[in-house]
């Protein structure tokens, strides 16, 4: 998967590169707009990260060049937030758009959604370790014992389940799961969370349902489990 | 040339003063002239027929040439008295004639036979009054035209004095008002100067200082009283600005303090991984909170400005109720509690928002409220029970507690207030901006918020507003 980060301020840049090559990705950074342009025409990105305030060229000016030669997804970074800004960067051609300051995995949520969106359908039968999950019987079972979850429960578990080895904030669970779009201050995702666990994981060896403390959760087969096909998903899919 | 606008207020009513002076000097001029001339002419005539009388009363009684040289000399003893007076008698025998009866004399004094007349003679500066009568034929004489003619120079010249001299006075008048009518506004604005110098006396360090509004006449007693009443306002503004500045600092320097300290004293020394990574994970919190406290402020600025663009749809509430009550599903049942939504009504709302409005509610009576109880989501039509979408709504959440002492009612909306600055809800992630968030929604509505606490029955809530036809909906 490759990427290609647009973006003039070093340390925001920096991270990004870093903490997205740790997840898998080949990526590229350009500190200005003038590159951006030239490397985003010259070279084939599965996805483009554009940040808005630019020295020179800025990232309405890049979109509205690149749009003129490719479709490449891209998404736009700004401080700004007022309704007009985003409906300009939408208007100008972007995928998406995330208001600084975001969070990490919730930028690597929106990239893989991204890139997802080209691909085939999703399947409707999962696997993860032992955990059989089928989307449209809404049916889940771990080791042939069915799992006797509450329709939320298998919401939150089929969510997880799809995006697996990903690890989901708390903001994208509720906006998934209860379409609450906003930072609800409570802890009712953790509530949730608890509850799914002692299902799901409660009476067995293998854990799959995992804490990333200040990050979210993550749904996934680690160590000592053979059937384990499912790792970080930015490395499968690349 | 200074503009009409760039005069003080002195000046203005000097040259306004000036103006009506003018005004009644003008008229009361004209009307004395008018006056004078009057009785001028009515003195003229009343002359004129005295003399006249005086004549005609000699040729009335001549029959013959003989008496008529009588005439003639009684004639020129009235024009010798009075050099001013002149007369002519005219008829068809050249005998029985006075004066040069020049053809134009005649012509001019018989245009008129009764009344007076007028006449410039040859050389005259100012015009002849005029005044004859006919004499009916006696004996010999025939009928005889006498005409008697009085010089105007003493009254038309008297006329001219007066004129002039009334012109004089009127200007002097007019300037002597305009310089009285400055002085007495300058003295009337006196107070005025003195108030303005007072309000020169205030200043931001004192914002308690007031303008005494005892000494000053009436009306600018009423100024200041409201001048005073804006200084209020503002000083109350003022004091809560201070007061939410002091909370935004102390509720940001908080997590500043901790991740600070955190990390200063991890990199005092060598860490294990597994700590940093602790100290890592603490600082993440503090920082979403940071990220929170800041979102939720800039929401509330923006919302404050009008800044925030309503996407409005016509929906039941309840459902909208129905939804939130279910995300907190978890947090009721862990409490034990029940959630109850009485009542119907759809309404014009952002769902997203009013969402909002509602979990932050529904979350703080869960946090209020006695384990085990029932909370009521009551909702109620503007004007009726049950109403479609026109009369904007009512939403109130009552919940059963320790109720909310009544001195911090009508604060509970403000900006970082809590009820108890001590309590601490263990787990939440609270910083007291909830509530202002709920009042931030329900304005944006068009409505209000209400609360309301007795034995234990705490009702809050917020009103909604049906969308202008020009507002997008």
């Known amino acids: 998967m490759k990427l290609l980060i647009v973006e003039d301020e070093a340390k925001t840049a920096d991270y990004l590169r870093d903490g997205l090559a740790e997840q898998g990705w080949a990526v590229d950074v350009a500190r200005d707009g003038t590159t951006g342009l030239h490397l985003a025409r010259e070279l084939d990105y599965d996805v483009i990260v554009l940040d808005v305030m630019l020295p020179g060229m800025d990232g309405f000016a890049v979109l509205r060049e690149l749009r003129l030669r490719k479709q490449t997804p891209v998404i736009m970074l700004t401080a700004r937030d007022r309704i007009d800004d985003r409906v300009h960067g939408l208007g100008a051609g972007a995928d998406d758009y995330l208001v600084k300051p975001f969070s990490f995995i919730e930028l690597l949520a929106r990239l893989q959604a991204l890139v997802r969106r080209g691909r085939q359908q999703e399947p409707t039968e999962l696997q993860i370790g032992d955990l059989q999950i089928n989307l449209l019987a809404r049916r889940a079972f771990r080791d042939a014992t069915r799992l006797d979850l509450t329709g939320k429960e298998f919401a939150l578990l089929a969510l997880l389940a799809q995006r697996r080895g990903q690890i989901l904030s708390k903001t994208v669970i509720a906006a998934q799961v209860w379409d609450i779009n906003f930072d609800s201050h409570t802890n009712v995702v953790e509530v949730a969370i608890k509850r799914l666990r002692a299902k799901i994981d409660g009476p067995f060896r293998n854990k799959l349902l995992h804490t990333v403390r200040g990050m979210g959760y993550v749904l996934e087969a680690r160590e000592g489990d053979e059937d384990d096909d499912a790792p970080v998903a930015g490395r499968t899919s690349a | ?473």
């Open chain 2, 1 to 473: 040339m200074k503009r009409v606008r760039d005069l003080s207020i002195a000046q203005r009513l000097a040259a306004m003063f000036a103006l009506a002076a003018l005004l009644v000097f003008a008229l009361v001029g004209v009307a004395l002239y008018h006056v004078l001339q009057t009785q001028i002419v009515r003195y003229q005539h009343a002359e004129l027929a005295t003399k006249l009388r005086y004549v005609v009363g000699s040729v009335a009684l001549c029959e013959s040439r003989e008496r008529w040289l009588k005439v003639e000399d009684k004639v020129q003893n009235l024009i010798s008295s009075d050099r001013s007076t002149k007369v002519w008698a005219w008829s068809s025998n050249p005998d029985y004639r006075i004066g040069d009866g020049e053809p134009t004399i005649s012509a001019a004094t018989s245009r008129r036979d009764l009344g007076m007349g007028r006449l410039l003679l040859p050389g005259a500066e100012y015009p002849y009054r005029t005044l004859q009568e006919q004499v009916p034929a006696l004996g010999n004489r025939p009928a005889v035209r006498v005409s008697v003619a009085i010089d105007s120079k003493p009254y038309v010249s008297a006329l001219r004095w007066f004129t002039l001299i009334m012109l004089a006075l009127g200007v002097c008048g007019i300037g002597l008002v305009a310089l009285l009518g400055h002085w007495i506004a300058r003295v009337g604005l006196r107070p005025l100067q003195r108030l303005s110098n007072e309000a020169q006396t205030l200043s931001p360090s004192n914002l308690s200082q007031r303008l005494q509004p005892a000494q000053l006449p009436p009306e600018l007693g009423r100024l200041t009283g409201t001048f005073n009443g804006a200084l209020d306002r503002l000083e109350a503004a003022y004091t809560r600005l201070d007061a939410f500045n002091a909370d935004v600092a102390h509720e940001l320097r908080t997590p500043l303090t901790n991740l600070m300290g955190q990390t200063q004293v991890a990199l005092s020394r060598p860490r294990e991984a597994a700590q940093l990574e602790d100290v890592l994970q603490s600082n993440l919190e503090e920082l979403e909170r940071m990220r929170d406290i800041i979102n939720d402020m800039l929401f509330l600025s923006r919302a404050g400005q009008g800044d925030i663009a309503l996407d409005r749809v016509c929906v039941p509430l309840a459902e909208e109720v129905a939804k939130t009550g279910e995300f907190l599903e978890y947090l009721l049942e862990e409490a034990g509690m029940q959630l109850r939504i009485d009542g119907a009504v759809d309404a014009w709302i952002d769902t997203s928002l009013f969402r909002r409005a509602m979990t932050n509610l529904l979350h703080n009576a869960v946090q209020h409220a006695t384990p085990g109880s029932e909370i009521v989501v009551e909702l109620r039509g503007g004007d009726a029970a049950h109403s479609d979408c026109g009369s904007g709504a009512r939403v109130a959440v009552r919940n059963h507690g320790a109720g909310v002492p009544p001195q911090h009612l009508a604060r509970m909306f403000d900006r970082f207030y809590r009820v108890d600055a001590a309590r601490e809800h263990r787990g939440e992630r609270h910083h007291g901006l909830g509530l202002s968030i709920v009042k931030a929604i329900a304005s944006l509505h068009g409505g209000t918020v209400f609360a309301d606490s007795r034995e234990g029955r705490t009702t809050v809530g917020f009103s909604l507003a049906t969308p202008q036809p020009h507002s997008p909906a």
